[in-house]
């Protein structure tokens, strides 16, 4: 799950390999370990779509049942908070017919609320992973002639600290990280992990039958939003800039009522159409906030002011009385309802300032 480090190299960016195939793979050094007491330095593993990566180890460990593998994680150029995270996985053999069972050791979290890809009091550990794992164990097993009954626990040191950077106590998975990945690679700068984690937001709240959710474009508006309905921590689904990918999923995956909260800048470009809220993706165009305040009947000197402004908040102050968060606020949640429509879902935009204070709010 990305965080906010900023590691970054000049050239082109390198990708990464995910928990699930870093637990992966040192699964396989472990049990290869305990079946023939010597551990494959470096580990090759397959992944979905066919790359065979190997990895070095960090970590070995033999005792007459047991065996463990560590593996440094390497994420790439992406900016993820489990970079150089130890990842490490200690097998021992289990009673005949049990089959793979999966523990979260030290650093790695547990399931404690319903809607996420693994039912409660299951180890963080998602189904992609948990595949990948039991497939090399299948594999190795067979090659050794055994039945391949065998506990796995997952442990990441320092993983619960780590955890608290990202979304999983809001979600419910106490005790540390998770064991991610769907393909096991990292792509650098992907947003992909902050969209996945927007969705398992949206079935966690689902799944607790909560009827309202809000998405913020920050902890200023979060925080707003959450003082105004009382809203628990797991409603509030970190949008952040990408309010395209969380309408898109909650068109499919609907609760009863949703308020998007945001400072004005970042609603401004939701007003202008944008779903994508990043800086490099998507920019405030002081034209249309001029032609905005045209409509609202300002003088043209402020007008004036607006085209040639450095900042939304420069044109935000300059405006104050002539009704532009409003205007936001309405435009906004016409681009957002567009996304939604036919869902039933009763939709609201809150515009807050940078102290938290809302200075307007639109819900039709």
């Not at 393909?183 to 650098?188: A, E, I, L």
């Not at 936001?328 to 515009?351: C, P, Q």
Request: aromatic letters at 4%; a neutral charge.
């Amino acid at each position: 799950m990305t965080g906010a480090t900023t590691r970054k190299t000049e050239g082109r960016l390198r990708r990464g390999w995910t928990t699930g195939a870093c637990a992966t793979a040192a699964t396989r050094a472990a049990y290869t370990a305990l079946l023939t007491g010597a551990f494959p330095d470096p580990v090759e593993i397959l992944l979905p779509k066919g790359q065979r990566p190997a990895f070095a180890l960090a970590y070995e460990g033999l005792g007459e049942d047991w065996a463990a593998a560590g593996i440094v994680k390497d994420a790439g150029d992406d900016p993820d908070v489990t970079h150089g995270a130890l990842v490490v996985a200690r097998v021992r053999r289990a009673a005949p017919g049990s089959g793979l069972v999966f523990r979260a050791g030290e650093g790695v979290g547990t399931v404690t609320r319903a809607g996420l890809p693994v039912p409660p009091g299951e180890p963080a550990i998602n189904p992609v992973p948990r595949r990948l794992m039991a497939e090399t164990v299948a594999e190795l097993a067979a090659a050794h002639g055994e039945a391949g009954d065998l506990e796995i626990e997952i442990s990441i040191p320092g993983g619960e600290a780590l955890a608290a950077r990202t979304w999983n106590p809001r979600l419910g998975i106490l005790g540390g990280l998770s064991i991610l990945g769907t393909t096991g690679v990292v792509q650098p700068f992907s947003c992909s992990a902050w969209i996945h984690s927007i969705h398992r937001g949206i079935d966690v709240a689902r799944a607790a039958g909560q009827e309202h959710v809000a998405g913020c474009t920050g902890s200023t508006s979060e925080a707003a939003v959450q003082a105004l309905y009382g809203l628990p921590d797991f409603a509030l689904l970190d949008m952040g800039d990408f309010c395209g990918g969380m309408l898109k999923y909650l068109r499919r995956h609907p609760v009863p009522r949703v308020t998007l909260g945001g400072g004005f800048a970042k609603l401004v470009k939701l007003a202008q159409g944008h779903l994508d809220l990043h800086s490099g993706r998507s920019q405030v165009s002081f034209d249309w906030l001029a032609e905005r305040l045209a409509e609202l009947g300002a003088p043209a000197a402020l007008q004036a002011e607006a085209r040639g402004a450095n900042t939304a908040k420069q044109v935000l102050d300059a405006a104050a009385g002539h009704g532009l968060p409003e205007l936001v606020a309405a435009r906004a949640r016409a681009t957002a309802e567009a996304v939604i429509a036919g869902s039933g879902m009763k939709l609201e935009v809150i515009v807050v300032d940078r102290k938290g204070a809302i200075l307007a709010r639109d819900h039709g």
